[in-house]
């Protein structure tokens, strides 16, 4: 297929990123080394997630003088993870940002029709008033981390950001038509989508490598 790519599409193609990812996809990893290099690769994607968020000053004193410094304005962000495999980035990203409001989304993939199925909700109330990055490692489809997107809408939510590990330029087309206003960034864009919607070449399922659950 010809894809083009978004112009709100970032790769963050840094060599620590590349090189961790590298360690993900091969198969002989372990389980809890493939969980740490999913937290290690977050920590480093969310430098880039969060590098135009809009900034303000407040009035400090350091040791020597007072001053006018910078602080992001505005409450703290929203971090939505799209279950289960998105528990992983959601841990990196609270390294970095261990203020930010944790939401959760339940969704998963039905095998035949490779439709997204909700099962839980939960988020800040006041979504509304803060950025949101959602978190899935995993931009194969589509389908799924749209749905999630639309019940985050439903909600109120604006300034969304989605985060990913790896993406198909099936998934991202997806996404993008369904919601152009929401950036993505990911690690890399892999070849395609195979018969069973799985990134190829990919790394598996995230989730079952993450949890030792095949």
Same mark, same amino acid.
């Given at each position: ?66 001053? =006018? ?5 505005? +409450? +703290? ?13 959601? =841990? ?19 095998? +035949? ?59 991202? =087309?997806? !996404? ?34 993450? !949890?030792?659950?095949?």
């Amino acid at each position: 297929m010809t894809f083009k790519a978004p112009a709100n599409l970032t790769i963050v193609n840094h060599p620590l990123v590349l090189h961790k990812l590298t360690l993900m996809r091969d198969k002989n990893t372990p389980t809890a080394v493939f969980r740490q290099l999913l937290r290690e690769i977050s920590l480093l994607m969310a430098y880039e997630v969060c590098r135009d968020l809009p900034m303000t000053t407040r009035h400090i004193e350091t040791p020597l003088e007072p001053m =006018e410094a910078p602080v992001i304005k505005g +409450k +703290k962000q929203v971090i939505v993870s799209v279950l289960r495999a998105g528990s992983g980035l959601l =841990e990196g990203m609270l390294d970095l940002i261990p203020s930010a409001r944790v939401g959760h989304i339940g969704l998963y993939r039905d095998p +035949k029709t490779l439709q997204p199925v909700q099962y839980y909700m939960k988020v800040p109330e006041d979504i509304a008033e803060r950025d949101t990055f959602v978190v899935d490692p995993m931009l194969a489809t589509g389908n799924s981390v749209a749905a999630a997107v639309d019940r985050l809408k439903e909600k109120g939510a604006k300034g969304i950001r989605l985060v990913t590990l790896l993406a198909a330029p099936e998934g991202i =087309e997806r !996404f993008h038509k369904a919601h152009p206003d929401v950036p993505i960034f990911t690690a890399a864009v892999d070849s395609h989508l195979n018969d069973h919607g799985y990134i190829v070449p990919g790394l598996g399922d995230a989730g079952d490598r993450m !949890f030792g659950t095949k």
